[in-house]
């Protein structure tokens, strides 16, 4: 019974390059969120999406920032064109389609930004 | 907007003693769930204790326990017994009871466990 998954663990990025991280949720569950904690500091919520559909994106950045959660397959958070103040540790959290449910959360993507 | 706030960047406790972490939060809402997260080294985000908000009894798990003060806003986890594993950062975090929506952390609390 995986728990949320997400890959990579680690990403690298030159400035300009896009990153692309993955994240796969728990079994049975279809909604996800993406979190980004800087560092020193709490996560902040950035986008929830269910199956092909973004619900909420208030927290995401306008520009340069995607989220996707296709029918088939992981959700994907993009950024394109990255820079320097990207560098975080990206997570994800998935839970089940009715009520208050818990979130459950994955192990999270570092990405460093050269 | 919901805040939630924890005044202690850090905290250190003695092996086998016990040590209170801090947690107030602002909301309108009279719904909604209180939770406690650990953030070992290895990152992971571990769901330690839960409250919901129409509950007066405080939660608790294990050596894990909380003093929930609705009125107040205020919401202090309490370890007990500690041990080295216990090291961590704790995170506090609030969700509106409403569908799903997402959680509001605060911006942790650094525990070292001295032996």
């Known amino acids: 019974n995986a728990g949320v998954m997400q890959n990579p663990r680690h990403l690298v990025r030159r400035r300009g390059q896009e990153a692309r991280l993955r994240c796969s949720p728990m079994?049975?569950?279809?909604?996800v969120y993406w979190y980004r904690q800087l560092p020193e500091e709490g996560l902040k919520f950035m986008v929830y999406?269910?199956?092909?559909?973004?619900?909420?994106e208030s927290g995401m950045p306008k520009e340069r920032f995607s989220a996707e959660f296709p029918k088939e397959g992981p959700s994907i958070l993009r950024i394109q064109q990255v820079v320097r103040g990207d560098s975080a540790a990206y997570f994800c959290?998935?839970?089940?389609?009715?009520?208050?449910?818990?979130?459950?959360f994955g192990d999270g993507t570092r990405l460093s930004i050269l | 907007a919901q805040t939630v706030t924890q005044s202690q960047p850090e905290m250190s406790v003695q092996e086998a003693e016990t040590v209170t972490l801090s947690c107030t939060y602002d909301?309108?809402?009279?719904?909604?769930?209180l939770f406690w997260y650990k953030q070992p080294p290895s990152r992971q985000m571990i769901l330690v204790i839960r409250?919901?908000?129409?509950?007066?009894q405080n939660a608790t798990e294990n050596r894990f326990s909380v003093n929930f003060q609705k009125a107040a806003k205020s919401f202090s986890l309490k370890i007990s017994d500690s041990q080295l594993g216990d090291a961590a950062m704790y995170f506090c975090a609030y969700r509106r009871n409403s569908g799903n929506t997402p959680l509001v952390f605060g911006k942790g609390t650094r525990l070292s466990v001295i032996a």
């Open positions: 959290a998935s839970s089940q389609m009715t009520g208050p449910q818990p979130q459950h």
């Open positions: 409250q919901e908000a129409y509950k007066q």
């Open positions: 079994k049975g569950h279809s909604h």
């Open positions: 909301t309108s809402e009279s719904d909604y769930y």
């Open positions: 999406l269910q199956k092909e559909n973004i619900i909420d």
